[in-house]
């Protein structure tokens, strides 16, 4: 979770009508995520045929469907372990496809894969932190203020641009920094207590059998 997460709940009330809708006629977070991972891809082409601003456009909505699919995951109680892993991995993909476009079609300066790959240096540390009992962790930064950076450093002329994807990416390294810094959360110890609990208790039944 990032400073901006902290407003998560009031965002999942707002679209919770939305969410309920889309879950009566069947539409499920997977496929949120699919769609918004579509229109990243759009947004890559766009950008890379020199529509840049149209890249942007189809991008922001694409980012607005990552929003809507963890609303309508929580919101129905539909959320699970795969649905999260995809939705994370397709958040950097959908990232990378636009980056990708407007660097080879918009003259955006390549320095913006550095938001990419801090990005996807955040992932990794999630994915270890979710396997270590560290998925709660609190984190200054996440996906709203990068894509903030990655938007403000595209639309801003030179250096200012390479200033803001070198910011966004030192906040994916802060965060993860966090990640692998913290140790394993309340649930994860009370777990590997009661499971060395079991295994002491289950050693002491073999030998007294």
Same mark, same amino acid.
């Given at each position: 979770?990032?400073?901006?997460?902290?407003?998560?709940?009031?965002? &999942?009330?707002?679209?919770?009508?939305? +969410?309920?809708?889309? &879950?009566?006629?069947?539409?499920?977070?997977?496929?949120?995520?699919?769609?918004?991972?579509?229109?990243?891809?759009?947004?890559?082409?766009?950008?890379? !045929?020199?529509?840049?601003?149209?890249?942007?456009?189809?991008?922001?909505?694409?980012?607005?469907?990552?929003?809507?699919?963890?609303?309508?995951?929580?919101?129905?109680?539909?959320?699970?372990?795969?649905?999260?892993?995809?939705?994370?991995?397709?958040?950097?993909?959908?990232?990378?496809?636009?980056?990708?476009? +407007?660097?080879?079609?918009?003259?955006?300066?390549?320095?913006?894969?550095?938001?990419?790959?801090?990005?996807?240096?955040?992932?990794?540390?999630?994915?270890?932190?979710?396997?270590?009992?560290? &998925?709660?962790?609190?984190?200054?930064?996440? !996906?709203?203020?990068?894509?903030?950076?990655?938007?403000?450093?595209?639309?801003?002329?030179?250096?200012?641009?390479?200033?803001?994807?070198?910011?966004?990416?030192?906040?994916?390294?802060?965060?993860?920094?966090?990640?692998?810094?913290?140790?394993?959360?309340?649930?994860?110890?009370?777990?590997?207590?009661?499971? +060395?609990?079991? &295994?002491?208790?289950?050693?002491?039944?073999?030998?007294?059998?």
């Amino acid at each position: 979770m990032s400073l901006f997460y902290r407003y998560k709940p009031r965002k &999942d009330a707002v679209l919770l009508r939305v +969410a309920t809708r889309l &879950d009566r006629a069947g539409v499920t977070p997977n496929q949120i995520t699919a769609i918004g991972l579509c229109l990243a891809f759009s947004s890559g082409l766009a950008a890379l !045929r020199g529509h840049l601003y149209i890249g942007i456009i189809l991008f922001a909505v694409a980012v607005f469907c990552d929003a809507l699919d963890g609303s309508v995951a929580r919101g129905t109680n539909r959320g699970t372990e795969f649905g999260l892993y995809f939705d994370g991995v397709s958040d950097r993909f959908s990232e990378f496809f636009f980056v990708a476009g +407007a660097v080879f079609g918009a003259g955006v300066p390549p320095s913006a894969f550095l938001v990419i790959g801090g990005a996807f240096t955040l992932l990794f540390a999630r994915i270890y932190g979710r396997m270590h009992g560290r &998925d709660h962790v609190f984190t200054t930064f996440g !996906r709203p203020e990068r894509v903030a950076l990655l938007i403000a450093g595209i639309l801003s002329p030179a250096p200012f641009n390479t200033v803001l994807f070198i910011a966004a990416a030192l906040c994916c390294v802060i965060s993860s920094a966090q990640i692998l810094a913290s140790g394993p959360s309340r649930s994860a110890k009370i777990g590997r207590t009661r499971g +060395a609990s079991s &295994d002491r208790q289950t050693r002491v039944t073999q030998r007294n059998n």
